[in-house]
């Protein structure tokens, strides 16, 4: 376990949860810039690079995305004030690992600057849905993309336990 104490990158990794509750303070202009330099700074196939991400501050359309497809009357996206969403070009070698590899990106950076995040699968349910065509041309996303997923992000106001880890994961061969 030293080697991940002595290590800060490891110890983020290491800490990073998906936060759920979040306090009224919002993420600055500063942090939601960190984010979106962390996923550039991400791999991708080909270095097509084929991304495009959608941040959404304005809480009253949060809200209206999700009560779009939710039935249960829960808020997919527990009242966080920042979502982000991203986006893949179709026609891109990789386009789910490119994107989710930058959002993962996004998580670690998050958890550095002492933000929470957690992934919310409903908005890829939401975006491709053919019912809502219309709503990514309408925040600005180009031509050719589809929804990967979707973070909220904000300043935690919980600290949620580790989950329990498999064992058995690994074959080492050599
Ligand atoms: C692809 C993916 C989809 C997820 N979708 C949701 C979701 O829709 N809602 C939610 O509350 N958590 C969602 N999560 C978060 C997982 O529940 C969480 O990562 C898992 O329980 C492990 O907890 P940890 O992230 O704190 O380690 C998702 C995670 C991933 C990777």
Redesign the pocket.
Known sequence: MSQIENNEVLQCIHD???V?RFQKKPVSAEQLTCLIQAAQAAPSAMNEQPWYFVAIQKRELIEQLGQLLADSGED?Y?GASLLIVGFGRREAHSPITDVTLAMANMMLAAQSLGLGT?????SRHVFNHPQFAGLQRSLGVPEGYFCV?SLIVGVPDEQ?Q??TVQHQIVSVVG
Request: hydrophobic share 20%; charged share 25%.
């Open positions: 990073r949860r998906s759920r997919p527990y957690c992934w919310i699968d409903y997923g949620p580790a989950h």
